[in-house]
């Protein structure tokens, strides 16, 4: 199966920061990624799909870049409703893979 | 718009058997690929397997193997998921989700909590 990794595990912001968060493919998924947001004792939403096409309906602050093993999603300012938990998936095999996740909590 | 509604909370014994279900509205079910994804309390997301309900073929993920069975039911536009041999690890909540064009989750069921405790 191919590994997602991402880090950092927790991220501690403020309203109004910019934030990255990485994710690390053991092997090359093209652009066949996605982000998710999951809030607590809620299902994830998603957010990003082909590594950087925006979900419809999604803020414009939420973008997502890379391709090959390395991928990034950014904030560009971070609004209360942003604090939660983010998951990047790869969808590149025939089995689907999530990273760990990234939860994004208020400084 | 598409919705999913899973069936609710269940508690099992060790070396039970689970059945949730997913039943979808909205859009052409057949047309669709469901898959099922399942988080442990305070963990991540984990892929389990999927099915195509217009071939009824389903694919699982290597370590649910020979466990889990997925199947649906093109009548009612309901998806199953079936776990056995159930273990304490096995606790966790139980989502189906739709794939969208490619393989990402673009709909997800509200999810199901399946306890499984003596």
């Known amino acids: 199966d191919i590994q997602m990794t991402q880090s950092p595990s927790t991220l501690s912001a403020s309203v109004g920061d910019r934030v990255t968060i990485t994710c690390r493919a053991s092997?090359?998924?093209?652009?066949?990624l996605a982000w998710y947001q999951q809030k607590p004792g809620k299902a994830p939403k998603l957010l990003i799909y082909?590594?950087?096409s925006l979900e419809s309906g999604v803020p414009s602050r939420f973008s997502g870049s890379g391709s090959g093993t390395e991928f990034t999603l950014t904030i560009s300012s971070l609004q209360p409703d942003d604090f939660a938990t983010y998951y990047c998936?790869?969808?590149?095999?025939?089995?689907?893979?999530f990273g760990g996740g990234t939860k994004v909590e208020i400084k | 718009q598409v919705q999913l509604v899973q069936s609710g909370a269940e508690v099992k014994k060790p070396g039970s058997s689970v059945k949730v279900s997913c039943k979808a509205s909205?859009?052409?079910?057949?047309?669709?690929?469901i898959s099922w994804v399942r988080q442990a309390p305070g963990q991540g997301l984990e892929w389990m397997g999927r099915?195509?309900?217009?071939?009824?073929?389903?694919n699982y993920a290597q370590k649910f193997q020979g466990r889990v069975t997925i199947t649906a039911d093109k009548s009612t536009s309901t998806a199953y998921m079936e776990l056995s041999s159930l273990r304490s690890e096995d606790t966790a909540v139980y989502y189906c989700?739709?794939?969208?064009?490619?393989?990402?989750?673009?709909?997800w069921g509200q999810g199901t909590l399946v306890t499984v405790s003596s």
């Open positions: 989700a739709r794939e969208g064009s490619s393989s990402w989750f673009d709909y």
């Open positions: 909205g859009g052409t079910f057949s047309s669709y690929t």
């Open positions: 099915i195509i309900p217009i071939l009824g073929i389903a």
């Open positions: 092997q090359s998924i093209s652009s066949w």
């Open positions: 082909k590594a950087s």
């Open positions: 998936q790869q969808y590149n095999s025939y089995s689907l893979t």
